[in-house]
């Protein structure tokens, strides 16, 4: 496939346990991108990766939640402990590293985590 | 507090309307995207604008981003019920960093 991908599509967890989201970028695009979207609302910023570091991780709302890529290329999203409060669409992006002025960012169809 | 604020939250409208949706901030941007999702998918970027005063059309969409480049606008001219979405902006303000806005719920009905 030529898109982002991620999975699960959908994800039901009992509050306290733990869940891996994961992320398969374009093939070739550097940078990786999670946001976190409510019902019907904005993005908000998680982290991102330029390779596999991640320079800003100043969006994760608390030390449960922790990202890391391997090889360029997948991610995980990992969420310790869930509450329900972690109930949202999150949505994975990438994009190439082409200087300041090419932003386009290719987002995948997101995981819908539902905390019960 | 979110960094930027789009207005209107809601909009509907009938089939070959015009309508506008603002996106401002107090803060000034290198760059500003806008977007446009649909239930269950992702983002799909629409246009990036990155020069104070631009204006880019898309057929029937024009955007503008402010001279300051603190703010933006989309302006959708007979819209069609295909028009139907949530369309966000997107400001970046430095390389890789985005900072959303809420997102304007169009509806166009036929």
């Known amino acids: 496939g030529a898109g982002v991908s991620q999975s699960p599509s959908n994800k039901v967890t009992e509050k306290g346990k733990d869940v891996e989201l994961r992320c398969d970028p374009i093939s070739g695009h550097t940078a990786l991108y999670w946001y976190r979207q409510s019902l019907g609302q904005g993005l908000e910023f998680l982290i991102y990766f330029q390779g596999n570091s991640a320079p800003d991780k100043s969006g994760l709302p608390s030390d449960r939640f922790s990202a890391e890529r391997t090889g360029g290329s997948v991610s995980t999203l990992t969420i310790q402990r869930t509450q329900q409060e972690d109930s949202a669409v999150y949505l994975c992006?990438?994009?190439?590293?082409?200087?300041?002025?090419?932003?386009?960012?290719?987002f995948g169809p997101g995981t819908r985590l539902t905390v019960t | 507090t979110q960094l930027l604020e789009q207005s209107p939250q809601f909009l509907s409208i009938q089939e070959g309307e015009n309508l506008t949706v603002y996106c401002n901030s107090s803060s000034v941007f290198s760059s500003l995207q806008w977007y446009r999702q649909e239930p269950g998918e992702g983002p799909v970027l629409l246009v990036t604008?990155?020069?104070?005063?631009e204006v880019k059309k898309l057929k029937r969409l024009t955007f503008q981003f402010g001279d300051a480049r603190k703010d933006s606008s989309l302006h959708i001219t007979a819209a069609q019920p295909g028009d139907t979405g949530l369309y966000l902006c997107?400001?970046?303000?430095?390389?890789?960093?985005?900072?959303f806005g809420s997102g304007t719920k169009l509806n166009v009905k036929p």
């Open positions: 604008v990155v020069t104070g005063g």
């Open positions: 997107a400001g970046a303000r430095r390389i890789n960093k985005f900072y």
């Open positions: 992006a990438s994009s190439f590293w082409v200087g300041e002025k090419s932003y386009e960012q290719y």
